[in-house]
């Protein structure tokens, strides 16, 4: 026979597996290790495997409540030689979170040095450090290890046992909360209030089939270690019955005078004293003043953290203006002062991950509690009885001593005495090697009254203990009475304050992250003062400004060509809560969101919605007789579009009155061609069209002339082009009326519509501004009414002219020439609409 190889064997022993197998059955391990190994809490002791460690190591170093602290690298070098092999620091971490008395509503450890802070400033080095267990952990977590209520497992080589579960006397799962996340899972449990637990359970012992609401009534919501504020509602419930739900939270806060300093005013401030749980204080601070400097939270003045020994205490210090019930309110709907505990409730049972409601989690700590005790119970049984028969033992043996002497004497050796002990006294192998064990002293009639007194004790507690077995009654009345005594010795007042009206907030909070624009823009304009202006300039900024500021800007004031502030176009009171539609290049039109400028002052863009982002805005217009002081749209009331290519149409006013959140198309375009001008229209009014060679059409604005059409139609050709020659602008007045028309090289007119010839669509038109100068070219045209009208030059600079200053020329008139330098050109005329 020939011999195999070693190749063929090696052969052999490899075996093909598809990929995608090999990759689902290797991540279900992985998964399945962090699930049960090192994420979840069990939901008997409330611990994940690295705590439970920490917690045994430092039993059986005896670090005791009443021993002295001891290095926390001790304690973590236990740790990782014996039962965790994994990283220090992940060790340390979990070390140092069961010392926080801001995270744990009852820690577990002792520390003794710096253990980080509420201000999410990191912890020393665990060679600073030092800890021991807490009374709380050594009596109601680890007192009864002992005691065989747990089991033991070998740890990760073999070496050591440890215990698979400790035996909690209290549900800490539920008393210090719990977060960890998985894989594909996680829980967040929230800390309760332990004498509120403990009612709990005893109803739960005395009435297992108590109601959900009398649950709810004894443990009415969580009880944070950094105390704050839990409202009530449907989140808190569903929390509690379903194992999932999101708990409103927020800060404690109140309103003070404070002294800013010697000589100034006293003014208002918010002053905060309680924070939600898990939130950073100094992070806190940070987000809310970089909110103040973007302008989205007004009405701060100053922020200071005054916290010390005695507590917390931020100060947001306001300005003399503001009011601090709207700036508190601000405070909670724009920060994390208010904000939602996204509750789970998942847990090992068994084993396995699983949601459990509020009576769930109760009942599954009382049935292993119950087991505990029953263990206890017999190990208390086993211990009494063995010791009961050795006591029974030597009783028998001091009746008899002289026998007992005279046949220990006539025994050639241990053994053989011990036999004959068992056969002449009647006693077992543990009762005769007692009595060879027996000490002289026992000889003494104090020492064998001690021993008769001591086995009644015995058979007294042996009947105790039975009696526990074998009467269920009386083992729950034995787990109440121990409930009671931990809930008389560790149990607290609440910190956590309960307020109704969580569904409120949630629905808030819900409309917050993708809330109804109109809401949004009527929660900003609440936030406005009443006597505010809004102010849109040439340039595109947009700004709420008050009287005042607005003064010191003037302009509403004539001045020569120079560095100013960019000419204004609009000037509205806020009071009037005005109408604003933003007219694109492409044809689109949205309404502006001007409110929020009070928030954050910006360009144009930014208050636009967002599908028109990048599309230039040719005209902002005040909707006619809405918010500006009329009376309502009037039907003969329409919007004139005139694009770049001649063509005019016009719209119905109803067109603009629907407008939702979002941009509409109002004109169709060819390719290349923009929206030029946008003119309010009203029926039998005179419309004066010009190009860039200063050629004019005036029309009648009539349905024959101007028909009012669809969104999607492009218009009448009004104006045909000639080569070269550009559409400039256009204006809708009343009989009697004028314009205005500004050249590049600074010709400025004021022509009256009535020294234009009426004319036709199409038709040549004539020349209304003849130029001084060879090239130049008309650049805009705009109505006559404005009493304050600004020019743009075109590097920038500005000036402003009272137009009453411009007397009314006919088409033959070149008019004036505004004083500028020989490099100067006009860019646009600005013409200013305002309201009182």
Not at 182 to 201: K, R, S
Not at 553 to 579: K, N, T, Y
Not at 652 to 672: N, W, Y
Not at 731 to 738: I, L, N, P, Y
């Amino acid at each position: 026979m020939a011999e195999e190889r070693p190749e063929e064997s090696i052969g052999k022993s490899i075996e093909p597996i598809a990929l995608h197998q090999e990759m689902q059955r290797s991540y279900l391990e992985y998964a399945m290790s962090v699930i049960v190994g090192r994420a979840l809490p069990d939901v008997r002791d409330g611990l994940k495997p690295v705590q439970r460690r920490i917690l045994f190591a430092m039993h059986e170093l005896g670090l005791t409540p009443d021993r002295p602290y001891r290095k926390c690298a001790r304690v973590v070098g236990d740790v990782l030689g014996k039962y965790h092999p994994h990283g220090d620091q992940a060790v340390y971490d979990a070390l140092v979170r069961l010392v926080q008395t801001f995270s744990s509503r009852h820690p577990l450890l002792d520390g003794h040095g710096n253990f980080g802070s509420v201000d999410d400033d990191p912890p020393a080095a665990m060679r600073y450090t030092e800890t021991r267990l807490a009374p709380i952990a050594h009596t109601a977590m680890l007192d009864e290890i002992g005691a065989d209520t747990v089991d033991f497992a070998p740890n990760f080589d073999g070496s050591q046992q440890e215990p698979t579960v400790l035996p909690a006397q209290l549900p800490f799962l539920l008393l210090n909360g719990c977060t960890g996340i998985a894989v594909g899972m996680a829980t967040n449990i929230p800390p309760h209030n332990l004498g509120e637990v403990v009612d709990a359970l005893i109803a739960l012992i005395r009435k297992p089939e108590l109601s959900n609401e009398k649950l709810l009534e004894l443990v009415p919501g969580p009880d944070f270690p950094t105390g704050g504020e839990v409202l009530l509602g449907s989140g808190l419930r569903d929390t509690y019955l379903g194992g999932r739900g999101s708990i409103p939270m927020r800060g404690v806060a109140h309103i003070e005078e404070v002294q800013p300093g010697k000589g100034r005013h006293r003014r208002g401030a918010v002053v905060i004293t309680e924070l939600p749980y898990q939130l950073s204080k100094a992070g806190w601070i940070e987000k809310l003043a970089e909110q103040v400097n973007d302008g989205k939270i007004t009405g701060i003045a100053d922020i200071r953290d005054e916290s010390d020994r005695e507590g917390m205490r931020v100060v947001v210090e306001l300005r003399r203006d503001a009011d601090p019930e709207k700036v508190l309110a601000e405070l909670q709907r724009r920060t994390a002062l208010q904000s939602n505990y996204g509750a789970i409730l998942l847990a090992l049972v068994h084993g396995k991950p699983v949601q459990l409601s509020l009576r769930e989690l109760l009942l599954q700590f009382l049935e292993y509690r119950e087991l505990t005790i029953i263990r206890r119970t017999r190990h208390a049984l086993k211990r009494a009885e063995d010791r009961l028969e050795v006591v029974e033992g030597l009783t028998k043996a001091l009746g008899s001593l002289r026998q007992v002497i005279d046949m220990i004497t006539a025994a050639p050796d241990a053994s053989a005495a011990r036999a004959s002990l068992q056969v002449h006294l009647d006693l077992s192998e543990r009762q005769a090697d007692a009595v060879l064990a027996m000490p002289l002293r026992r000889l003494t009639g104090l020492e064998q009254e001690s021993l008769r007194k001591e086995a009644d004790d015995l058979r007294l507690e042996r009947g105790q203990l039975r009696h526990l077995l074998e009467e269920r009654p009386a083992l729950l009345d034995a787990m109440v009475g121990e409930l009671k005594a931990l809930k008389k010795r560790y149990a607290t007042p609440r910190r956590t304050r309960l307020v109704q009206g969580g569904d409120e907030l949630v629905a808030q909070r819900s409309a917050a992250v993708r809330p109804n624009a109109e809401l949004q823009r009527r929660r900003a304009l609440e936030g406005l003062a009443s006597d505010g202006r809004l102010l849109i300039q040439a340039d595109g900024a947009v700004k709420i400004v008050g009287p005042q500021l607005l003064g010191r800007l003037h302009l509403e004031e004539a001045a020569d060509a120079g560095e100013h502030p960019s000419p204004a176009r609009l000037i509205l009171p806020v009071a009037q809560q005005p109408a604003l539609l933003a007219f694109t290049a492409s044809g689109r039109v949205a309404l502006l969101r001007w409110e929020f400028a009070g928030q954050q002052p910006g360009h144009l863009e930014k208050f636009l919605p967002d599908g028109i982002s990048g599309d230039p805005v040719v005209q902002v217009l005040p909707l006619p007789g809405a918010g500006s002081g009329g009376s309502g749209a009037a039907s003969d009331v329409s919007l004139g579009l005139l694009s770049s290519d001649g063509r005019f149409k016009r719209l119905p006013l109803e067109e603009f009155q629907e407008l939702s959140g979002r941009a509409a198309t109002v004109l169709k375009l060819k390719e290349g061609v923009n929206l030029r001008r946008v003119v309010v229209c009203r029926d039998g009014e005179e419309l004066v069209v010009a190009s860039s060679t200063g050629r004019m059409l005036r029309l009648e604005v009539t349905e024959a002339n101007l028909p009012v059409m669809g969104r999607t139609a492009q218009g009448p050709m009004l104006m045909r082009l000639l080569p070269g020659e550009a559409v400039v602008g256009a204006a809708c007045a009343g009989e009697g009326a004028s314009v205005l028309l500004a050249s590049r090289l600074g010709q400025l007119k004021r022509l009256a519509i009535a020294g234009l010839r009426p004319c036709e669509r199409g038709d040549l038109g004539q020349i209304g501004l003849r130029f001084r100068e060879r090239g130049d070219a008309l650049v805009d045209l705009q109505g006559g009414e404005a009493a304050v009208l600004g020019a743009v030059l075109g590097d920038g600079r500005s000036m402003r002219l009272a137009s009453d200053q411009l007397p009314a020329e006919d088409a033959t008139g070149t008019g004036q020439l505004l004083a500028l330098k020989a490099t100067d050109t006009v860019k646009e005329l600005v013409p200013l609409i305002q309201a009182v």
